[in-house]
């Protein structure tokens, strides 16, 4: 073989070789796909945020342990809101704008959330939030779907157990909040239907340290229950007024309080509060007949091993989130209007807040049938039978 014909087969093959490894390289480093979230992780709001922050990024590493989705690892961008609406804004604008993520989940509060609905819709991206409030997803917004149980569901399940005790006549206490707010709305439009008479409608900052006035209010109105709706710390502080001013009417909390952080903060005064939550605080009382059994304890389980303690019903709505975000960037890709529409076809998945189904009609998808009641005794959760 001639030198210059040598010369020329060698170059191709080297060519050929260093173009296969680079082509192999790039897909070796495709970009990551690019998640947001956005949680309360620090401020009064943290008791939600925080879990949900470990949970979402607990579930990012487990995919990406396992290779990601479809080759492709998973990146989770966090911003911290810190409960406040103004933040939460800002950080929405940072994580589209900025990060280009193809998706949001979060925020953690009500408030929060309906201040980034717009911005969400703008943009088309699609937003799972975390939050409770009923107007998050009612009406239906086209890019926005939830996890949290509607407070309406939760309103529900309290009215059926006072009905089971014959109690009528309720007090009702709530923070001036967008949770409050709207657990207030709830109480009321749910009330006639349960035959159900609001007879004391009092409210409380959610800074206040003190609700005794309220309180000494609802001791003369006669009702026969007292129902709370709020989020820490203002629920622990009503706890703790009430067993003070000696009253021995039944207190119902909402579920905005479902987790170890407010019997820490309400303290013995806990004892025999009762308020729905999702299954997972009492994973392990579940029959082994439940639907949801499989997934509850692994999440509990599974969080426990990474942080020491067990996974709360907070930390569930960004598990829930997550699953749902990466079952429909697997089956969908990662364009923003694909994953819309596929979240949108989400059928009966299992998940740790209840079975979810979301529809055209309905981007909350969950039924009354999501919440357990719960009782505290001793310090810890007891399932309601």
Not at 22 to 41: C, D, E, H, N, R
Not at 137 to 160: C, H, M, R, S
Not at 343 to 353: M, S, W, Y
């Amino acid at each position: 073989m001639k030198r210059g014909l040598f010369s020329k087969v060698v170059f191709s093959f080297i060519f050929t070789m260093l173009f296969g490894l680079m082509a192999g390289t790039l897909v070796f480093a495709a970009p990551p796909v690019k998640i947001g979230a956005l949680f309360s992780v620090s401020g009064p709001a943290a008791f939600l945020g925080e879990p949900e922050r470990n949970t979402a990024q607990m579930v990012v590493d487990e995919i990406n342990k396992t290779g990601g989705i479809k080759g492709r690892k998973l990146e989770l961008v966090v911003i911290d809101t810190q409960g406040d609406p103004a933040k939460a804004v800002q950080g929405v604008n940072k994580l589209i704008k900025d990060n280009k993520v193809v998706a949001i989940i979060g925020p953690s509060t009500t408030g929060d959330s309906m201040a980034v609905i717009p911005v969400v819709e703008k943009a088309g991206i699609p937003l799972i939030s975390c939050a409770a409030g009923i107007k998050i997803t009612e009406p239906v917004k086209k890019w926005v779907f939830k996890t949290a149980q509607n407070d309406g569901l939760a309103v529900a399940k309290i009215y059926e157990y006072l009905n089971k005790q014959k109690i009528s006549k309720i007090a009702i206490l709530t923070v001036s909040d967008g949770f409050g707010s709207s657990g207030r709305e709830q109480l009321a439009a749910h009330a006639k239907a349960f035959g159900i008479d609001i007879i004391s409608n009092e409210t409380y900052g959610p800074k206040d340290t003190d609700m005794t006035a309220q309180l000494t209010k609802i001791r003369a109105g006669g009702a026969q229950a007292i129902i709370c709706w709020g989020t820490n710390p203002g629920p622990a502080v009503v706890a703790r007024n009430v067993k003070q001013l000696g009253i021995k009417l039944p207190l119902f909390m909402s579920h905005g309080v479902s987790s170890k952080k407010f019997i820490e903060l309400a303290g013995p005064a806990a004892e025999g509060i009762i308020l729905p939550s999702g299954r997972v605080i009492v994973a392990n009382q579940m029959p082994k007949t439940d639907y949801q059994k499989k997934a509850l304890l692994s999440y509990v389980n599974g969080y426990k091993k990474v942080y020491k303690v067990e996974g709360d019903h907070f930390g569930g709505h960004a598990w829930d989130a997550m699953m749902l975000l990466t079952n429909a960037i697997e089956k969908a890709g990662d364009n923003p209007s694909a994953i819309r529409d596929q979240l949108e076809k989400t059928a009966k998945f299992a998940g740790i807040g209840g079975t979810f189904s979301y529809s055209a009609q309905d981007h909350a998808g969950l039924t009354k049938d999501a919440f357990v009641l719960v009782e505290i005794k001793n310090q810890n959760w007891k399932l309601v039978k």
